[in-house]
């Protein structure tokens, strides 16, 4: 179908027109567009798919497209104003500021000059990166001294910044760090590696290209804004390159119970003996399970179930605006009881040890405190966390994102998008908790360098999201993150005020020493409120490989402590290091925890009859794509209770 102009709607607009005589591509033909060199051609391609993408944009500004970033998206202008007004009641710390940063950059010129005129004179820098900081891996940020005396100029200005903000007085805690964290993300944004004429590695594949990353780059970042309607879809790896089903979450099983919340999928055992107590796995909600199935090679799951556990997962369902009403409480009775009702229809076994992985970690202990309240704790008989927080005072960075402004922000954006916060929010947020690792250096390689994106299997996943439901996902910052009720006894769930100290079930905690969103001070904090034996241990890495680390890949370390201080300063002081991965620990505290050996048991083969093969439907559905009825799960007989 065309318009009345004669313009074809479905019509690529980055592609020539067909006829190769008449003009119909930006007044070029086929035959002439062709004849341009390459170079000319991407940037005209691109010209004409960034104007059609900025008038798509402007359209939406002006109808009032809620789903657009604001200039404010963090509602921080208040916040800047305050510190900044006490920085400026504050003349001895301005003047100790820049005295520092002057006396930086004299050092910087010192050295600078007699690098310049000497280039083996050797030289101590005015400042150094970070440890670890990986902006500045090319060799010439250190031994070109032109682009070194960047790297520090950048480096000192940075520091003078951030030194101000945190050193002044007279702020709230939580201003302070909200203010930290943004003035973080800023400078971090002017770094000279986000811009080709500062960047080395920019410059050298411009001159021998003659451009064309730029071009190829200008085309990325289009695409990528496309993808997003006007929003900047960052890409961060290859999402073809894997299948899910085909490449990951491969190992065997099958769904055996379904409900309008999650599958229930029960792993074929690979022993000729199993311990009789199953484990139950709830993996977060705000991710897909599969994480924990990466790769065959790197699989938690394939590993439990040669270790001779019968292993159930909860696959969460990715929800659409049909589940915008579902609470946390549906999420407990719908998910992890109903698990434990459908466990015992398959094995006849009444309690299981259970684990829960960060947001569903906090479901767990929830849930322990409830079934405490209703005289029902043996049906967990121990429980393991996964960089789980059931304490939110020392929550880290998401905190400053948790205030009442946000949340009725974070509540328009999820009515705009029909009752659910979209995939690609939550992913957008926790890539700011590490920027210039998951946004500044694909910004770098795909915008300035021009390239794609790899194949990477943890990415692929990270960049597979999930929705969330309004009713839950408010329920919980507020309850949780805003007021930590339940680690101050106050919070109240299906008629109960829940108390962790009541719970006597046997706790595994598991921390992460450079976790960042569940930072291991707040972990530890959890492993006191409860009121049986708790076990912590910090492992080596972050959020996702502390958990993840197969004992084959001979990565890592972990650290324990039998003991169980006042706080966690006092529990490393007292611990032990341990090369490698932790999970034989885990291992041999839930074999302790497990019963006897039993025959192995088969998916399918007890009341639960098997419904698909692993892993499952709720998996399979992406956020990017339009939920559907053929995505809703089938009906599913209920278990015997």
Request: proline share 6%.
């Given at each position: 179908?065309?318009?009345t102009?004669g313009?074809?709607?479905?019509?690529?607009?980055?592609k020539?027109d067909d006829?190769?005589?008449?003009?119909?591509?930006a007044?070029?033909?086929?035959?002439e567009?062709?004849?341009?060199?390459?170079?000319?051609?991407?940037?005209?391609?691109?010209?004409?798919?960034?104007?059609?993408?900025m008038?798509d944009?402007?359209r939406?500004?002006?109808?009032g497209?809620?789903?657009?970033p604001n200039?404010?998206?963090?509602?921080?202008?208040?916040?800047?104003q305050?510190?900044?007004a006490?920085?400026?009641?504050?003349?001895?710390?301005?003047?100790?500021?820049?005295a520092?940063?002057?006396?930086?950059?004299?050092?910087?010129?010192?050295?600078?000059?007699?690098?310049?005129m000497?280039?083996?004179?050797p030289?101590?820098?005015?400042?150094?990166?970070?440890?670890g900081?990986?902006?500045?891996r090319?060799a010439?940020?250190?031994?070109?001294?032109?682009?070194?005396a960047?790297?520090?100029?950048?480096?000192?200005?940075?520091?003078?910044?951030m030194?101000?903000?945190?050193?002044?007085?007279?702020?709230?805690?939580?201003?302070k760090?909200?203010?930290?964290?943004?003035?973080?993300?800023?400078t971090?944004?002017?770094?000279?590696?986000?811009?080709?004429l500062t960047?080395?590695?920019?410059?050298?594949?411009?001159?021998?290209?003659?451009?064309?990353?730029?071009?190829?780059?200008l085309?990325?970042?289009?695409d990528?804004?496309?993808?997003?309607?006007?929003?900047?879809?960052?890409?961060?790896?290859?999402?073809d390159?894997?299948?899910?089903?085909?490449?990951?979450?491969?190992?065997?099983?099958?769904v055996?119970f379904?409900?309008?919340l999650?599958?229930?999928?029960?792993y074929?055992?690979?022993?000729e003996?199993?311990?009789?107590?199953?484990?139950?796995?709830?993996?977060?909600?705000?991710?897909?399970?599969?994480?924990?199935?990466?790769r065959?090679?790197?699989?938690?799951?394939r590993?439990?179930?040669?270790?001779?556990?019968?292993?159930?997962?909860i696959?969460?369902?990715?929800p659409?605006?049909?589940?915008?009403?579902?609470?946390?409480e549906?999420?407990?009775?719908?998910?992890?009881?109903?698990?434990?009702?459908?466990i015992?229809?398959?094995?006849?076994?009444?309690?299981?040890?259970a684990?829960g992985?960060?947001?569903?970690g906090?479901?767990?202990?929830?849930?322990?405190?409830w079934?405490?309240a209703?005289g029902?704790?043996?049906?967990?008989?121990?429980a393991?966390?996964?960089?789980?927080?059931?304490?939110?005072?020392?929550?880290?960075?998401?905190?400053?994102f948790?205030?009442?402004?946000?949340?009725?922000?974070?509540?328009?954006?999820?009515?705009s998008?029909?009752?659910?916060?979209?995939?690609?929010s939550?992913?957008?947020?926790?890539?700011?908790?590490?920027?210039?690792?998951l946004v500044?250096?694909?910004?770098v390689?795909?915008?300035?360098l021009?390239?794609?994106?790899q194949?990477?299997d943890?990415?692929?996943?990270n960049?597979?999201?999930t929705?969330?439901?309004k009713?839950?996902?408010?329920?919980?910052?507020?309850?949780?993150y805003?007021?930590?009720?339940?680690?101050?006894?106050?919070?109240?769930?299906?008629?109960?005020?829940?108390?962790?100290?009541a719970?006597?079930?046997?706790?595994?905690?598991?921390?992460?020493?450079e976790?960042?969103?569940a930072?291991?001070?707040s972990?530890?904090?959890?492993?006191?409120?409860?009121?049986?034996?708790?076990?912590?241990m910090?492992a080596?890495?972050?959020h996702?490989?502390?958990?993840?680390?197969?004992?084959?890949?001979?990565?890592?370390q972990?650290?324990?402590?039998?003991?169980?201080?006042?706080t966690v300063?006092?529990?490393?002081?007292?611990?032990s290091?341990h090369?490698?991965?932790?999970?034989?620990?885990?291992?041999?505290?839930?074999?302790?925890r497990?019963?006897?050996?039993?025959?192995p048991?088969?998916?399918?083969?007890?009341?639960?009859?098997?419904?698909?093969?692993?892993?499952?439907r709720?998996?399979?559905?992406?956020?990017?794509?339009?939920?559907?009825?053929?995505?809703?799960?089938?009906?599913?007989?209920?278990?015997?209770?």
């Amino acid at each position: 179908m065309s318009d009345t102009s004669g313009n074809d709607k479905n019509k690529d607009p980055g592609k020539p027109d067909d006829k190769a005589d008449t003009p119909g591509w930006a007044g070029f033909s086929e035959k002439e567009f062709n004849a341009l060199d390459k170079v000319s051609r991407n940037l005209m391609q691109a010209s004409l798919k960034s104007q059609h993408l900025m008038s798509d944009v402007m359209r939406k500004a002006i109808e009032g497209d809620p789903v657009l970033p604001n200039a404010d998206p963090f509602h921080s202008a208040p916040e800047f104003q305050e510190v900044w007004a006490k920085i400026a009641e504050q003349p001895d710390l301005m003047m100790q500021a820049q005295a520092d940063l002057m006396k930086g950059y004299i050092d910087l010129w010192s050295n600078t000059t007699k690098r310049m005129m000497t280039s083996d004179s050797p030289t101590t820098p005015a400042i150094s990166p970070e440890p670890g900081d990986k902006r500045w891996r090319s060799a010439d940020w250190s031994e070109n001294p032109v682009f070194d005396a960047i790297k520090q100029s950048y480096l000192l200005n940075q520091h003078f910044m951030m030194g101000l903000v945190g050193s002044v007085d007279g702020i709230d805690e939580r201003t302070k760090r909200k203010v930290e964290f943004l003035t973080k993300q800023m400078t971090d944004a002017l770094s000279p590696t986000n811009f080709a004429l500062t960047n080395p590695d920019v410059l050298r594949a411009t001159m021998e290209s003659q451009g064309e990353n730029l071009t190829r780059g200008l085309q990325n970042l289009l695409d990528d804004l496309a993808a997003g309607d006007g929003r900047l879809a960052l890409t961060q790896t290859d999402t073809d390159g894997f299948k899910v089903g085909r490449d990951m979450a491969t190992t065997p099983g099958k769904v055996v119970f379904q409900n309008d919340l999650m599958e229930l999928i029960q792993y074929a055992p690979t022993t000729e003996s199993v311990k009789a107590r199953p484990l139950l796995i709830a993996p977060p909600w705000i991710n897909k399970f599969y994480i924990m199935d990466l790769r065959e090679k790197n699989s938690m799951i394939r590993w439990l179930v040669d270790q001779g556990f019968t292993v159930f997962l909860i696959s969460w369902v990715n929800p659409g605006p049909e589940l915008k009403d579902k609470t946390f409480e549906d999420y407990m009775h719908e998910g992890l009881f109903a698990a434990l009702h459908a466990i015992e229809a398959a094995t006849g076994e009444t309690s299981v040890n259970a684990v829960g992985y960060c947001v569903a970690g906090t479901l767990l202990s929830s849930a322990m405190a409830w079934l405490e309240a209703e005289g029902q704790s043996e049906r967990i008989a121990s429980a393991t966390f996964f960089a789980a927080q059931s304490d939110f005072e020392k929550a880290g960075d998401l905190l400053i994102f948790i205030d009442d402004v946000w949340l009725k922000e974070i509540e328009r954006i999820m009515d705009s998008q029909g009752g659910v916060l979209d995939g690609r929010s939550m992913a957008d947020t926790f890539n700011l908790l590490r920027s210039n690792d998951l946004v500044w250096s694909f910004v770098v390689n795909n915008y300035l360098l021009g390239r794609q994106p790899q194949a990477f299997d943890l990415l692929f996943w990270n960049a597979d999201q999930t929705r969330m439901p309004k009713a839950l996902h408010l329920w919980y910052l507020d309850n949780f993150y805003k007021n930590n009720r339940l680690a101050k006894g106050e919070l109240e769930l299906g008629g109960h005020t829940l108390d962790l100290g009541a719970v006597k079930t046997p706790v595994y905690i598991q921390a992460s020493r450079e976790d960042h969103i569940a930072p291991y001070p707040s972990v530890y904090r959890a492993a006191r409120l409860f009121g049986g034996p708790a076990r912590f241990m910090m492992a080596g890495s972050g959020h996702i490989a502390g958990v993840i680390n197969h004992p084959d890949a001979n990565k890592y370390q972990y650290w324990t402590n039998d003991a169980l201080p006042e706080t966690v300063e006092d529990w490393i002081g007292g611990a032990s290091e341990h090369p490698g991965s932790w999970w034989g620990d885990w291992r041999a505290w839930l074999f302790d925890r497990s019963g006897d050996d039993v025959p192995p048991r088969t998916p399918g083969d007890g009341k639960l009859k098997a419904i698909r093969k692993a892993p499952g439907r709720n998996v399979l559905v992406r956020s990017d794509a339009k939920p559907s009825k053929s995505t809703e799960p089938e009906p599913a007989p209920e278990p015997a209770a």
